[in-house]
């Protein structure tokens, strides 16, 4: 029976397993085995909405196993660290640190990415990072720390104009943009769980990006849009402002004094994991990402896929795809049937990534654009816009769960977290 190991269970990584599973798996064509380092899965674009504690974690997870067990794949909790071609092995660390070979017949790489500090000094030493659960369940407890300690101060001094919590964020993309327009709903929230001095105007939070707009992947006019409304609700858009280092008091720009910050945060850029760079003689971007030909196949393996954030995949434009959900799982559903075409050694498809627009969350609002049949989009903003963006989460669901199932689970999400969401802020001292 063919061995089909799949590193990674993001977006892609887990809709790839799933239907691999219901296809192979269920008739024993093929045995599927998913490898991650986490127990469970969450949709990644929800990661600030986990910082904010506006999503929690436990409520809207898929733990990798159960979804196994109902999709016909294994399951192996454990660290990728490197390829051994000439035998087919994967190496990976396990939960007791103790090295495990698996071996392949097909590999398939979607261990997606990391932030990319660009080598800008003090950026590791200082800086929250925002690139997977953990570092997101993280930042939520420094954040919590912070407004806790916060109210001692205020519970023994008046206030005066200087006093407050300063957040700045490096990096004016997607993730960057919806994380600040979060914060200041989170510390309403906080201050509405008994800390009744805590409220968003003891809040600075600044949003630093170095080009000239923020969100360049929107058009200007949707994107000049959505920096009004973070303004208006007392975000600072900083444009045009290049950091050159990280010290513990702040953020240094090329320009300018020194923008302090009790708690610094950087989500400018991308890049695939470090140790993806040359790994097992594989090509690659400068970005680490393992270069694929349109197949999705690595230009020096036909045995090893690659999709999602750590796959460079040249598109017709002279561009490659993007680091996104979207992307992602489209290159899972035409990755999915390059393994079955590969099996029953048929010509393979090409992945062809189609833009379906980017709709940005801004907590009770969203706004963005949405690309219809062709190559006409449509602008949306407001609650409708914010219909859509949940919608694309609960596709994802289905996607995974079946439709039925997901109907279910996003009514039990709904009804646990309205339980559960105050237990995040209260019971703090």
Request: hydrophobic residues 40%.
């Amino acid at each position: 029976m063919k061995k089909i190991i799949i590193i990674g269970g993001g977006a892609g990584g887990l809709e790839l397993a799933t239907d691999l599973g219901d296809k192979l798996g269920k008739n024993s064509q093929a045995e599927i085995t998913l490898v991650d380092k986490n127990s469970y899965h969450l949709w990644k674009p929800l990661l600030h909405e986990v910082a904010t504690g506006v999503l929690d974690e436990q409520v809207d997870n898929i733990y990798y196993a159960s979804q196994g067990q109902q999709h016909y794949f294994e399951f192996t909790q454990g660290t990728f660290t490197n390829i051994d071609r000439q035998n087919k092995l994967v190496i990976i660390t396990d939960h007791k640190d103790e090295t495990v070979t698996i071996a392949y017949d097909i590999l398939v790489v979607a261990i997606g990415s990391t932030s990319n500090d660009f080598g800008t000094p003090g950026v590791k030493e200082h800086c929250i990072f925002l690139d997977d659960q953990n570092a997101a369940i993280g930042l939520r407890e420094t954040l919590i720390s912070k407004f806790t300690g916060f109210c001692s101060i205020i519970d023994e001094h008046e206030t005066s104009e200087e006093d407050k919590i300063r957040i700045a964020i490096v990096g004016g993309g997607a993730t960057g943009v919806e994380l600040a327009s979060e914060l200041p709903h989170m510390v309403e929230a906080f201050g509405a769980c008994g800390r009744n001095k805590m409220c968003s105007d003891l809040l600075d939070v600044s949003v630093i990006e170095a080009t000239d707009r923020i969100l360049p992947a929107l058009p200007e006019k949707t994107a000049s849009s959505i920096a009004e409304t973070l303004q208006k609700r007392g975000i600072h858009v900083m444009t045009k402002t290049m950091i050159t280092k990280a010290e513990s008091d702040g953020f240094y720009p090329k320009e300018g004094d020194v923008i302090k910050a009790d708690i610094m945060i950087w989500t400018a850029g991308v890049k695939a994991p470090d140790y993806l760079k040359e790994i097992a003689g594989l090509e690659s971007s400068r970005s680490n990402q393992l270069v694929v030909k349109p197949t999705l196949q690595t230009t020096r393996d036909d045995s090893i896929f690659v999709i999602g954030d750590c796959a460079y995949a040249m598109q017709d434009n002279g561009r490659a795809s993007p680091a996104t959900a979207q992307a992602a799982q489209q290159m899972a559903k035409v990755c999915y049937e390059n393994i079955v075409r590969f099996l029953n050694n048929q010509s393979l498809k090409v992945f062809k990534y189609i833009d379906k627009g980017t709709i940005i969350t801004l907590h009770d609002t969203a706004q963005g654009v949405v690309k219809l049949i062709g190559k006409n989009e449509m602008s949306v903003k407001g609650r409708f816009a914010l219909m859509i963006h949940r919608l694309l989460y609960r596709f994802h669901q289905a996607s995974l769960l079946g439709i039925f199932k997901a109907i279910r689970f996003a009514s039990a999400s709904k009804v646990m977290y309205k339980a559960k969401s105050s237990s995040i802020f209260t019971n703090r001292d």
